[in-house]
């Protein structure tokens, strides 16, 4: 299996993923606004919000985390995401088959 291919099934599967990838292209960001930020950036293409629940938020970032797609730092109490390097190819396979 080539790069391509296991790019391919990771956006299959984790399509809305790809606005979580988004938000943190440019800087790692708390969890609590990271809800904001995906948000924001889905309802400007679908009219609608991604994440309605804390459980969905949590869900969501459990997935990409264990895909490898995001990094977690602790804060205190808090976690702060960042993008991984993964994540980063992932954002430029999606680019490329968009284009």
């Keep these: 299996m080539n790069n391509h291919e ?14 979580f990838l988004a938000a943190l292209e440019n800087q ?6 990271l809800k904001d930020e995906v948000n924001s950036l ?9 994440i309605n629940s804390r459980h969905t938020l949590d869900t969501w970032t459990a997935r ?9 730092q602790e ?14 190819e992932m954002i430029e396979h999606v680019q490329a088959q968009n284009s």
């Design 6 to 19: 296991v790019f391919h099934i990771l956006h299959e599967r984790l399509k809305e993923g790809v606005y």
């Design 42 to 50: 889905y309802r400007s293409f679908n009219n609608r919000d991604l």
């Design 75 to 88: 804060v205190g109490r808090a976690r702060m995401y960042s993008i991984s390097d993964l994540g980063r």
């Design 28 to 33: 790692p960001i708390l969890k609590d606004k």
């Design 64 to 72: 990409l985390e264990g895909a490898g797609l995001v990094d977690v």
